[in-house]
């Protein structure tokens, strides 16, 4: 890393790390006041769509658990979860959910063969396809 050398501020005279153009930095302030700071942008967490998408997301969620409240694979009513049969992606496939419980949901993805086998997985590109 280089060193910074201090250097002659145009103001005061002295041997100064100089702030800018030419002066330190007690005689810039002296001069142009405090210095401005950079407005920090803020990054949104979600957009509105995104926001918009979750909500319509959750009301379809609680929708299918009143409709389907035990696994479909293994009729357990404990640990329920949301399985994404053609996966959640940006169109939110309702139509594709399915209510599992956690043990069955690990299961449908470790054997994912078997799972497309018993309808538990669908490809997203044949789906497309269809539509």
Known sequence: ?????????????????????GLCKPCWQKLYGKPIKKQETVI???????????ILY?????????????????????????????GRDGKNRYKYLMTVCRTCHQW??????EAY?????????KDDEQE
Request: with cysteine; proline share 1%.
């Open 1 to 21: 890393m280089i060193e910074r050398k201090k250097k002659t501020c145009k103001e005061c005279r002295e041997l100064e790390f100089l702030w800018s153009k």
């Open 44 to 54: 949104k967490r979600q957009s509105k769509k995104g926001k918009e998408r979750e």
């Open 58 to 86: 959750r009301e379809a969620k609680a929708k299918h658990f009143k409709e389907f409240p035990i696994c479909e694979r293994c009729t357990s009513k404990d640990d329920l979860e949301c399985h994404h049969k053609a």
């Open 108 to 113: 449908i993805h470790e054997h994912v063969a």
């Open 117 to 125: 086998l018993l309808g538990y997985l669908i490809s997203r590109l």
